[in-house]
């Protein structure tokens, strides 16, 4: 590998931004806890290029807000998938994009598009892990700058930017010292209640790391950052440099990246990974090859590492030639799902090996320049497809999508080691035009008129269409053809199966939507079910949990659109439960005594939970854990004895998230249900049907 740029540019610049909303698991588009339509900092975590209205809050755990409290804000829960591709973990990943997607011969689009779901993940620890304070001793340090969290203030992280003096001169005890007093101020500086994504340390190395000169650039003059030269800060989209949380912009704006994207030296305790590629759908599925062969999931990627003298363990260069040119180390760097610290040699790395039909595990040093041999779980290639076909212009449904909107359905990653994980998940939505090749213009098309290069496209260009009369000009910025928008989820948890879970399909039944109507909301969505319509087999699993937050309340500033948080209950409340009805062009819910499904349906997490306590638990939101005690419900939380007061007739008391159970049926039969807060008929309808197939079907 003399030279990355040719193989990279192939696949990079079908990578675009516009607008873009994940709706399932919940996106937050940078929101925190806004009690505002609009949200107060679009630069908190990360890029979306979206309208600041769109986005919901993290969740909480109670009927109050969570405040400045980090132990009461609700990270959602799911189930890992099993070692074997039958034990899977099924997640609805459901979103609306502005400006179109999909197409074939019969429904041509006008635009190129694709869409890459992918998670990031670290162990979850202890809950004592979580990091309090702002205490400079290493394990204070080591906390707030490795552990991801939502965090309680808006702000987004600080930052102190490198100067030539860390890279001038032949004296690396100067440079050194330079650079370490920087970092540790960085460091140092990272705030507990602020949200942490990626770490400064990653996007201090997108900082040091020379762009990529191979890119198109259209017109667009990138300048020089502090180190004078134009580092990875900036790009087409973002050529002026700006920050967002610790997100890099070149890897941001372009898939597959040519650079491992790794958070930070490999620590076992935390195992911060990657960015793990969960999904790719597009309008070409001639693509697919393209990812396969791009993805960092099984590819190692590579980096300049510089000399041993050297404190910083990033460089500025990106090509194999320049990299060892100026000492430094061409070293490939492999991704990981987790490493299996249990496992001390390779036989017992087999062991684990044997028994996952899922990853790839691999005794193998994590990068090409250590002899340190670990049990390494890669995650398998990502999910590839042809993208649901929604029209442009057009926050709404798909026709490939039965009415509902885009989604994808991906599987749960699995985890050998039985570790708990808090992960994020983003979602790239990248368009192009056509006006220029999108996998053969490269740099040598970039505007240079002192060398007769005009670029395919440029800003604001005027064109004559009639000999003598005047010429028309053309709305076009060539920072936006070719655009990348995104969205993230909030903190989530992925815990690992119980014994009884094994063998067993998942389904995850969620809630999408925040409080208000769908002006109010938008370009958000109201309540509903993901999925809405579901069939399973009765051999498989029902997971159905929820959450929401006590701070919609879709105040001022309303941004472009309009506040107000109209619905039933408390205002800026979301609240949900979970009853039976007869058909589901009713309205009424059954009384629990001519109910079917409680009498179809178990616990695996609590068998000893009865029917009635599962119709209590889902109805109250889990204000009421059940109707007696049982492992799980504790005295004081059901029915019959509960010190509590009474449990508000529209849910203001109730919980906003509730992890529910996992429940599995005795028998088939049909389930319709709703949300009795919010399924107010000519307004907004909560209301789902679940098919459960006979076993022999």
Known sequence: ???????????????????????????????????????????????????????????????????????????????????????????????????????????????????????????????????????????????????????????????????????????????????????????????????????????????YREANGGLYRADQNLGKGSLGYIGSERTRQNNDGNRRGYECPEERDHYPYWQPTHQSDYVAASQRTPWIDMAFVSGNSTDCDRVEKGTENQNGKYRCVPPAESTRRYDRWITEDSCTENGGSWVMFHSFLEVIEAAGDEGECNNYKNKDKRN????????????????????????????????????????????????????????????????????????????FDNYGTDHTDNEDQDNGVISPVEDNPYIDIAGEARPLRLAMNTNQFGRTFQDRTHVFKILPRTSAMEGKVINNLNVRGKRGNIVQTFP???????????????????HIQWTGSNTHNNGNSGGDGQTGDAGDGTGGTDRHNFLQMVRSDLNFPSPYENTTFWDMVESVNYPEATSLDLAVGYATSGYYCGYKNYGGCAAGNHVSDSTKGALNQQLNNAPASYFGHVLKFKKAGTCVYMASRNNNFTNRSQKGVLWVKPKSE
Not at 407 to 432: A, H, Q
Request: charged residues 20%; proline residues 5%.
């Open 524 to 542: 958000a969505v109201e309540y509903d079910f993901v999925p809405n319509k579901l069939t399973i087999g009765q051999e498989e699993l029902l």
């Open 1 to 207: 590998m003399s030279c990355v740029l040719p193989v990279l540019l192939v696949v990079l610049l079908s990578c675009v931004h516009g607008d873009v909303y994940m709706s399932n698991p919940r996106g937050s588009n940078n929101r925190l806890n806004e009690q505002s339509a609009a949200r107060k900092n679009g630069n908190r975590l990360f890029d979306s290029q979206n309208n600041a209205r769109g986005g919901y809050n993290t969740g909480d755990a109670t009927s109050g807000a969570a405040g400045n409290d980090p132990t009461k804000q609700y990270a959602f829960q799911y189930y890992a998938s099993g070692p074997t591709k039958a034990e899977q973990s099924k997640l609805i990943v459901e979103w609306t994009n502005q400006h179109g997607c999909g197409g074939n011969p019969d429904s041509p689009h006008k635009t190129n598009c694709n869409l890459v779901v992918q998670m990031m993940c670290m162990s979850q620890g202890d809950e004592d892990d979580y990091p309090t304070g702002q205490g400079n001793d290493a394990t204070s340090m080591y906390e707030r700058n490795t552990y991801m969290r939502d965090g309680t203030d808006r702000n987004t992280q600080d930052y102190n930017q490198p100067n030539k003096n860390e890279i001038t001169g032949d004296d690396w005890n100067t440079k050194n010292t330079n650079y370490n007093n920087r970092m540790n101020g960085n460091y140092q500086n990272v705030k507990t209640v602020r949200g942490l994504q990626e770490t400064v340390w990653w996007y201090d190395m997108c900082r």
């Open 360 to 435: 790839t595990i691999t005794w193998m040093p994590l990068r090409s320049d250590s002899t340190e041999k670990k049990c390494v779980v890669q995650a398998p290639a990502p999910k590839c497809g042809q993208a649901p076909w929604t029209r442009v212009n057009h926050l709404g449904n798909s026709i490939d999508t039965n009415g509902n909107a885009s989604r994808v359905e991906i599987d749960m990653p699995y985890f050998p080691s039985g570790i708990e994980k808090r992960c994020v998940m983003r979602l790239r939505y990248n368009i192009t035009t056509d006006e």
